[in-house]
């Protein structure tokens, strides 16, 4: 295990086995429609290609790119890099992200594919970590509820690294805080 890594909150194991409960859930809903899939780049290159071989609908893929400025840990201001290219017009979306945290990035997201007038709109997330919820959004389709943690791994970054590990990890604290300053003992003359 990488030593940027503090320990491993989900296995790949886990997940695989969470997928296959959550494809079918989203199978039972959809039944009868053809689905657009509608994903986030990038985090959700590993979840929504292990996630999609269980679905078994007939489904269309599309990707839309939103970065945030700045490589923290925070949601800052949201930049789309890549547009919707698929006609959701009238169809049935299925809007994927890795982590549904503040909710800015999604409810950014809601509002741009909802002026696009689709059927209805069901959002899957890997994960989801309400305790730092400033938007009111719900997702329809949760992999897993964690702590309030910052997480890499299974396509989740820091500053675009981690996104290949197979886990879903605890980034240890160091990575993104400065060490701590020794105290400085000021000495009375
Ligand atoms: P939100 O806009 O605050 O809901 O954040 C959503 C985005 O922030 C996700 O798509 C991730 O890119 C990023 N993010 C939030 N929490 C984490 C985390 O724990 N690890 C890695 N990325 C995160
Ligand atoms: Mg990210």
Sequence with gaps: MRKEVERILITDDQIARRLKTLARAIERDFRGRELVVVSLLNGTVIFLADLIRHLNLPLH??????????????????IFTKELRLDVRGRD??????ILDTGKTLSRVLTKL??????????????DKPARRVEKIKADYVGFEIPDLFVVGYGLDYAERYRNLPYVGVLHPHVYQPPAKTPVRHERT
């Design 61 to 78: 893929l599309d990707f839309i790119g939103v970065s945030s400025y700045g490589a923290g840990t925070e949601s800052g201001d949201l």
């Design 93 to 98: 979306v299925l809007l994927v992200d890795d």
């Design 114 to 127: 909802r002026a696009l007038k689709p059927r209805r709109i069901k959002i899957c997330v890997l994960l």
